[in-house]
Nanobody
């Protein structure tokens, strides 16, 4: 069974950086697109970034383009989210999940219902 464990969330200052990690286990997890998502209090979960099974394909939420970078290490079954120039509005619980049907990020990669095997999340708080 596929399982994801997120880590790396903490309190950060505006303008600072954090790197989140998503450790995956399970059958052939490296063969599918993986997404990072976030959910702020009182808000719906939104997709932040997606990476195809081969690192060449990535997609980002407009508000994080140029600030966040998604990457994956298939040998270690880990996906990272490098977050730079953090803003208070980046405060949320961050999750990773797998698109179990496609190896590449879809055109509509931002639809959260396309993903499975959600982890428990890691809290990111951006505040001075």
């Amino acid at each position: 069974q596929v399982q994801f464990v997120e880590s790396g969330g903490t309190l950060a200052q505006p303008g600072g950086s954090l790197t989140l990690s998503c450790a995956a286990s399970g059958f052939n997890v490296e063969n599918y697109a993986i997404g990072w998502f976030r959910q702020a209090p009182g808000m719906e979960r939104e997709a932040v970034a997606c990476i195809s099974y081969r690192e060449g394909g990535t997609s980002y939420l407009d508000s994080v383009k140029g600030r966040f970078t998604i990457s994956r290490d298939n040998a270690k079954k880990t996906v990272h989210l490098q977050m730079d120039s953090l803003k208070p509005e980046d405060t949320a619980v961050y999750y990773c999940a797998q698109d179990s049907l496609f190896p590449r990020c879809r055109i509509n990669w931002y639809l959260t219902h396309l993903y499975d095997y959600w982890g428990q999340g890691t809290q990111v708080t951006v505040s001075s």
